[in-house]
């Protein structure tokens, strides 16, 4: 089986969380993103942050990790041999010799129902008398989500995972004449980086506007994909809506699609109890036990992830 994508979607439930605040008069510090349909949501770029921060902790604890790292975001590398950040996130350099597009991207995470948005009452307290004579006291709502199962999904191209791709142009006409790729990790380390991400997407812990709150996106339901071709189509799986007998076709024809072109797939659901059912290639089974089995899959013999040719210059056809 050759593995050229990973789409990991997954239902976390979340309480008395602010999200990721949106902006209104006050800014992030009141206000909750919300949707036109009353959904609240996590924008993509949380989304990412989130996942970054657990692929940082998770490399720390690596022993194989190496001399790697996963640079701040505020100042990434364009070392991709080093920098977890810079090989899964991409980068952009003004050279058009080189370009990086992201391995990884990420949805934004939305409530799969209308969510009941509360407001708690905020009140700045004069603390010095002297100092704050001339300053009025405070006051400030913000807005928290009562509870609200949170719809997120992440897609992984796996040949794109430490590898360079590259283009050369013609001096004169400036017509690009020859696209390559360089391998710049050996197969061990690339394997691990898929893991790396893999194991992310269940250890979402820092948003960052709940630093001392304990929101999680930890998923309560998963479903993930070893596909055979890149495709994001399993992120819509749980995607939300109120006409739920379409959902439950869509998804019976997602897996059906999925089996036809050989890809393996792996569901995973806290709320159900555990029989472990080996169903056309999905485990039905708890959160952990289909990421448990995803991990074996991706171990098993004849399992190959998917590598781009590389260091050979190959030339485009010509247009028709």
């Given at each position: 089986?050759?593995?050229?994508?990973?789409?990991?979607?997954?239902?976390?439930?979340?309480s008395d969380h602010a999200a990721?605040?949106?902006?209104?008069?006050?800014?992030?510090?009141?206000?909750?993103?919300?949707?036109?349909?009353?959904?609240?949501?996590?924008?993509?770029?949380?989304?990412?942050?989130?996942?970054?921060?657990?692929?940082?902790?998770?490399?720390?604890?690596?022993?194989?990790?190496?001399?790697?790292?996963?640079?701040?975001?505020?100042?990434?590398?364009?070392?991709?041999?080093?920098?977890?950040?810079?090989?899964?996130?991409?980068?952009?350099?003004?050279?058009?010799?080189?370009?990086?597009?992201?391995?990884?991207?990420?949805?934004?995470?939305?409530?799969?129902q209308r969510s009941e948005v509360?407001?708690?009452?905020?009140?700045?307290?004069?603390?010095?008398?002297?100092?704050?004579?001339?300053?009025?006291?405070?006051?400030?709502?913000?807005?928290?989500?009562?509870?609200?199962?949170?719809?997120?999904?992440?897609?992984?191209?796996?040949?794109?995972?430490?590898?360079?791709?590259?283009?050369?142009?013609?001096?004169?006409?400036?017509?690009?004449?020859?696209?390559?790729?360089?391998?710049?990790?050996?197969?061990?380390?690339?394997?691990?980086?898929?893991?790396?991400?893999?194991?992310?997407?269940?250890?979402?812990?820092?948003?960052?506007?709940?630093?001392?709150?304990?929101?999680?996106?930890?998923?309560?339901?998963?479903?993930?994909?070893?596909?055979?071709?890149?495709?994001?189509?399993?992120?819509?799986?749980?995607?939300?809506?109120?006409?739920?007998?379409?959902?439950?076709?869509?998804?019976?024809?997602?897996?059906?699609?999925?089996?036809?072109?050989?890809?393996?797939?792996?569901?995973?659901?806290?709320?159900?109890?555990?029989?472990?059912?080996?169903?056309?290639?999905?485990?039905?089974?708890?959160?952990?036990?289909?990421?448990?089995?995803?991990?074996?899959?991706?171990?098993?013999?004849?399992?190959?992830?998917?590598?781009?040719?590389?260091?050979?210059?190959?030339?485009?056809?010509?247009?028709?």
């Amino acid at each position: 089986m050759l593995i050229k994508s990973i789409t990991v979607t997954l239902i976390a439930p979340m309480s008395d969380h602010a999200a990721n605040r949106g902006e209104k008069l006050l800014g992030n510090a009141s206000s909750i993103k919300k949707r036109p349909d009353d959904r609240v949501y996590i924008s993509g770029q949380m989304q990412r942050h989130a996942l970054f921060s657990a692929i940082e902790r998770l490399n720390e604890d690596a022993d194989d990790r190496g001399n790697t790292i996963v640079s701040n975001g505020d100042g990434p590398s364009t070392v991709i041999a080093t920098d977890l950040r810079s090989d899964l996130g991409g980068f952009l350099i003004p050279k058009p010799t080189e370009r990086r597009i992201a391995p990884v991207t990420a949805t934004m995470a939305v409530a799969s129902q209308r969510s009941e948005v509360g407001r708690d009452l905020l009140i700045r307290l004069k603390q010095n008398p002297n100092a704050d004579a001339n300053q009025n006291q405070a006051l400030a709502t913000n807005e928290f989500s009562q509870r609200d199962e949170m719809v997120m999904s992440f897609h992984l191209d796996v040949g794109a995972v430490g590898v360079k791709k590259a283009f050369n142009y013609e001096p004169e006409t400036e017509r690009h004449v020859q696209t390559y790729y360089e391998r710049c990790i050996v197969p061990a380390e690339h394997k691990r980086r898929i893991s790396l991400f893999l194991e992310a997407t269940r250890s979402l812990t820092d948003y960052a506007n709940q630093a001392r709150n304990a929101t999680s996106g930890e998923p309560q339901k998963v479903l993930i994909v070893l596909d055979t071709k890149m495709s994001r189509k399993a992120a819509r799986y749980f995607a939300p809506t109120d006409d739920i007998p379409a959902q439950v076709a869509e998804q019976q024809n997602i897996l059906a699609e999925l089996e036809a072109r050989g890809a393996k797939y792996f569901l995973g659901d806290d709320t159900k109890p555990v029989n472990g059912d080996l169903l056309k290639g999905a485990i039905r089974n708890s959160v952990d036990g289909a990421y448990q089995a995803a991990f074996a899959s991706l171990g098993e013999y004849g399992t190959m992830l998917y590598f781009p040719a590389h260091s050979h210059p190959t030339t485009p056809e010509p247009a028709q």
